[in-house]
């Protein structure tokens, strides 16, 4: 099996981008960007860490929970989740991160990348509530780069036609952590019980 070590070897197998492409890469957010998000209700953040390692955390709230300052700023309320804050704590040892933006049943995304900081600010945290919670704190993205992605992958998978769509899968986050020795397998399904009620009230 040939392995790829070299810039060089990668362009030959993939090929050269159409001389326009690039062109479609902005160094800030532009009107179509900015309606995009408005009618986003889910992005993906991703962060490393200090070892390099990677991150990839979903943020989703109603349609427009992101909030454009300007072409060049962003605000993302942080909500209630599992206080593992992988993320949070990337983005103090490295600001850089990267955003996906979706919108149902569009198939383009919109990418974004810049630097991020954590704001704890009680006035502005109100002004992100949802089902009557303020944001706990606020990821502040200060915009480098932005474009939008072509529709492909989400062609190829057909993403967005429910004909297509498996059964849905059941998660057991009480199997995960017994699984590592964390719970007995006696206490399964009382824990699973508490996650699905946290689902309805701790959002």
Known sequence: MARIGTAQALRQLI???NELVPHKIHPQLNARA???IA??????????????????????DPPGFVHVVDNQTVLIPERKGN??????TNILLNPCVGLIFLVPGTSETLRVQGKAELLDDAELCGKFTARGRDALLVIRVRI?????HCAKA???GEVW?????PQKMTIS?????????????????????AVSGRYKSDL
């Open 173 to 193: 986050f009480g199997e995960e952590i017994a699984e590592s020795g964390g719970l007995r397998f006696d206490q399964v399904g009382e824990f699973d019980q």
């Open 34 to 36: 900015i309606a995009f």
């Open 83 to 88: 206080k593992l804050i992988f993320t949070l």
């Open 154 to 156: 989400f062609l190829r």
């Open 15 to 17: 090929g050269s981008p």
């Open 161 to 165: 036609d429910p004909a297509t769509w």
């Open 39 to 60: 009618r986003s209700p889910l992005l993906m953040l991703s962060t490393v860490d200090e070892q390099g390692q990677q991150s990839v955390s979903p943020k989703g």
């Open 144 to 148: 480098t780069q932005c474009y939008f």
